[in-house]
Nanobody, 115 residues
């Protein structure tokens, strides 16, 4: 059974940092592209960062230069380092594993950026 478990969310002040983790089990982690998404209340889910099986990365302009995605295949874990957080980064953050149409989601972790 595939499981993705996110952790590391919380309340942080504007300008602060958080590091999210997504621990995967039940799949051949290294062959999966891993993506972080987020969904704010009343908004559509949006892509935040992607890392391929060969560790190529991609970010939308809204987070580029502030967020960094990385993976540790030995630990079956993908990370999202978030710096310079803004109130508009407030959302539930989800990780996704994708390989040839096989797609799995975690349960999400809440990130709140507020003073």
């Amino acid at each position: 059974q595939v499981q993705l478990v996110e952790s590391g969310g919380g309340l942080v002040q504007p300008g602060g940092s958080l590091r999210l983790s997504c621990a995967a089990s039940g799949l051949s982690f290294s062959i999966y592209a891993m993506t972080w998404y987020r969904q704010a209340p009343g908004k559509q889910r949006e892509l935040v960062a992607t890392i391929t099986s060969s560790s190529s990365t991609n970010y939308p302009s809204s987070v580029k230069g502030r967020f960094t995605i990385s993976r540790d295949n030995a630990a079956n874990t993908v990370y999202l380092q978030m710096n310079g957080l803004k109130p508009e980064d407030t959302a539930v953050y989800y990780c996704n594993a994708l390989f040839q149409g096989y797609s799995y989601w975690g349960q999400g972790t809440q990130v709140t950026v507020s003073s």
